[in-house]
Each structure stands twice: as C-alpha cells, then as structure tokens.
C-alpha cells in the first residue's frame, strides 16, 4: 500500500508549527520504500493539484495528514482519527476555497478543498495536536514537545498498519479518541 505521510501548518508559529517542523525530522527516519514524507504546508488549492498530479503517476492509496489545529481540546491533546470523508456544506466548502487561495494553510483546508477536488485517497487518517502557544517563534511549547513522543507514534501507527485501530469520524469531531500526556 502505497502511504503519504504529510504535515500541514506554518514555520515559525510555536506549536503550529508542528506539521512542517516534524515532517523534517519524519523525512530523516527510515521508511517502507511504499511510504512517502512530505510537506503540505501551502495552499490547499494547490496541495489538491500537486496531489491529482501525484496520483496520475504514483497514487497512494491512504494519507496520514498532521497538523496543529484549534478545537477548544486541551493543550497538548493528540487525537488520531480515520476521517470519514463527509464534506461540509457548499458555503462552508466555499468559505475553505477562499481561505487557501488568500495563504491561509490549515489541516481542515488540505482536507475540505483536496476533497471536493476529487484529489484525495479514500483512506485519510488525520492526526491533529491542540496547540498551547500560537505565539511567533521558532520552538514549541513544553506542552507540545511533551506529547511529541506520542504525535511521532500515532503517525507510524498510521502510515507503517494495515488496519490501525482508530475510529471512523467527521473532521474535528469532538468524539474522538483524545490522549493526552
């Protein structure tokens, strides 16, 4: 099976930063010659064209996507979560549109545009980790570089099982299986 492992959000954004940033050090480690690292964190827009490119030539049959997204969790929660592909409604797919071609890089963006672009695989396990700080700078919070431990396995667990045991669940749900240092 052919896995990307990608990470979505911005450089120098403390915790969000966690997609770009891990993507280097996930980029160092060994993987399955089937399993591809990469970094997402640009306009949805064109994340969904790279990747309608990418699957004309070498499709993938599942995305691992990480990132740090705001839901109102507690600082530092890592959930891991099979999405189940349900779009929002058009205005709402619309509003995400707009979003990313104005530079606006979000986990809920990749997903939503790639989506109803038709670029992404059916199978989509999405690892989000509420930030602490949002502040400017280079390094996380103590909090996130806490549970990074956690947020690299979740990952491998992702990309490396056939079937990994996480629950099939709307984007951002509030259900989902949240761990937590």
């Known amino acids: ?21 891990l993507v ?9 010659p089937d399993v591809e690292v990469r ?5 949805a827009v064109h994340v969904a064209h790279d990747f309608q490119d990418l699957q004309d030539t070498t499709p993938f049959e599942r995305l691992v996507l990480f990132g740090a997204t705001v839901r109102g969790r507690p600082p530092g929660s890592v959930t891991c979560y099979r999405w189940d592909g349900v779009l929002p409604g058009p205005d709402d797919v619309q509003a995400q549109v707009a979003e990313a071609v104005t530079g606006t890089i979000s986990l809920d963006g990749v997903l939503i545009v790639g989506r109803q672009l038709g670029a ?8 989000e980790i509420e930030p602490a700080d949002e502040s400017w700078g280079p390094a996380y919070s103590p909090v996130i570089e806490g549970v990074l431990p956690d947020v690299v396995r979740a ?13 099939t669940l709307p984007l951002g749900s509030a259900t989902a299986e949240v761990h937590t240092s």
Do not use: F, K
Request: charged share 15%; net charge negative; glycine share 8%.
């Open 155 to 167: 990952i491998r667990q992702a990309a490396l099982t056939a079937r990994p045991p996480v629950p």
């Open 1 to 21: 099976m052919r896995v990307l492992v990608a990470g979505v959000g911005y450089t120098n954004l403390r915790d969000m930063s966690v997609g770009p940033l």
């Open 39 to 43: 970094d997402l964190g640009y306009g």
């Open 24 to 32: 280097e050090q996930l980029a160092a480690e060994t993987w399955p």
């Open 120 to 127: 992404l695989p059916a199978d989509i396990i999405v690892v």
